[in-house]
């Protein structure tokens, strides 16, 4: 069963936002697309947000049947290694770890990764990692770097995506930027994004003491938000 198989959920008589199958969170009903999520946890369309409450933007938010999240307004400018030193990664047991780009594809699990990445890195060697706890309009500091698939996710709406960000005077995404997928122990996926030259865009690898951008992501809880009609 995939999550298009799932129509509607309920409990009871009462339809639900999520659910699981397994360990993984799916959505069978609410929002799909792209909107503005702004610090109340209302999500808007661009033809119903007034550009007088950009202020109150906390990014784009990105919600399809395998995810859904928030992504940051702008970014640093800056190009980061994923690790300090060139130092190696861990094992990490439950971060995906692949050299099969499909199966790197299908990782979903952003949050969880840099979350668990960075659990115990009391040194803060994992820098790429480090450099999405940024403070988002809302006051929180729990941005995470996004999954392979959740990037790819992200490109499948890219020109819409600037679209929005452009109207909350947002920097676009046209950069090659770290995923929280892993390929090995030495090397990270990484996702182009060049919306001028598609071409040139999707997923490569690079070790980690290469250097990329880092642009923060933010979980939605579908359960939280309400679209503004």
């Known amino acids: 069963m995939t999550n298009k198989d799932i129509k509607n959920a309920y409990v009871g008589t009462t339809p639900v936002k999520a659910m699981y199958l397994g360990s993984t969170k799916v959505y069978p009903t609410g929002p799909k697309g792209v909107y503005i999520l702004d610090i109340d946890n209302k999500l808007f369309k661009k033809d119903k947000w007034d550009i007088k409450n950009n202020s109150k933007a906390m990014g784009v938010a990105v919600i399809t049947d395998n995810c859904a999240f928030c992504i940051q307004i702008i970014e640093d400018g800056r190009l980061y290694p994923f ?104 090397a990270v996926w990484i996702f182009l994004a060049y919306p001028s030259t598609p071409n040139l865009s999707g997923e490569d690898f690079s070790l980690t003491s290469d250097t990329a951008t880092v642009r923060s992501f933010y979980p939605i809880d579908l359960s939280e938000v309400t679209v503004v009609q």
Do not use: C, M
Not at 125 to 140: D, K, L
Not at 163 to 169: K, M, Q, S, T
Not at 173 to 186: A, F, H, K, N, R
């Open 83 to 186: 690790t300090t030193d060139g130092h190696l990664i861990d094992e990490f047991p439950s971060v995906v770890t692949t050299k099969d780009r499909e199966v790197a594809l299908k990782d979903f699990k952003g949050y969880s990764n840099s979350n668990t990445i960075t659990g115990n890195d009391w040194d803060r060697i994992y820098e790429a990692i480090f450099a999405a706890w940024v403070e988002w309009p809302n006051g929180h500091t729990n941005g995470y770097v996004g999954s392979l698939g959740e990037w790819q996710e992200l490109y499948q709406h890219i020109d819409e995506v600037n679209e929005y960000l452009a109207l909350i005077d947002g920097d676009p995404i046209d950069s090659y930027y770290w995923s929280s997928t892993l390929y090995d122990t030495e």
